[in-house]
Nanobody, 121 residues
Framework: QVQLVESGGGLVQPGESLRLSCAPS????????MGWYRRSPGKQRELVAT???????IYAESVKGRFTISRDNAKNTVYLQMNSLKPEDAAVYYC???????????????WGQGTQVTVSS
């Protein structure tokens, strides 16, 4: 069973940086759209950023200029570089990716288990 495995969350002070990573746990055929979402207590999950296989990106307005999404297609890995973190960025961050596990399979959406980002002084 393929899973998305995230890493890189933690506790930082306002203004500091964190880098999140996410990759499938097993071998896969191909990866389509990848992205990061987040959910804060009492709020619905929201899109943070997405990136296509050819590198086109979309960002939430609240993170533009501070966060950068990137991917390494050779490693099937997506990253989220978060700079100038604010207390309102604190949330559980979830990785999402459309994966084709075997040749001929359809692309399916997978979610990571979530990684906690806490921004507090």
């Amino acid at each position: 069973q393929v899973q998305l495995v995230e890493s890189g969350g933690g506790l930082v002070q306002p203004g500091e940086s964190l880098r999140l990573s996410c990759a499938p746990s097993g071998s896969i055929s191909s990866v389509g759209l990848m992205g990061w979402y987040r959910r804060s207590p009492g709020k619905q999950r929201e899109l943070v950023a997405t990136i296509t296989s050819d590198g086109s990106t979309i960002y939430a307005e609240s993170v533009k200029g501070r966060f950068t999404i990137s991917r390494d297609n050779a490693k099937n890995t997506v990253y989220l570089q978060m700079n100038s973190l604010k207390p309102e960025d604190a949330a559980v961050y979830y990785c999402n990716a459309n994966l084709r596990v075997r040749v001929g399979d359809v692309l399916r959406s997978y979610w990571g288990q979530g990684t906690q980002v806490t921004v507090s002084s």
